[in-house]
């Protein structure tokens, strides 16, 4: 079972994407806890992002932080 309704989809990856409803306090993979409600479908970080730092899915950068 994935912690917190989430699917981590490699191992490379700084985001997981949300398989079902993430409540407040929930533990994500990496031991990160959802500080807001996440909804099915979006991205969570599981570890801090800087601005500017890639965010990374699939084992590639989809894009950059927008802010820390």
Partial sequence: MNPANSILLSPADNVAVANGRIEIGAV???GAVA???IEPGHKVAI???VAG?????YAQAIGRATQD
């Fill in 35 to 37: 500080t807001a409600l």
């Fill in 47 to 49: 570890k801090p992002i």
């Fill in 53 to 57: 730092e890639a965010v990374v899915k």
């Fill in 28 to 30: 994500l993979p990496g």
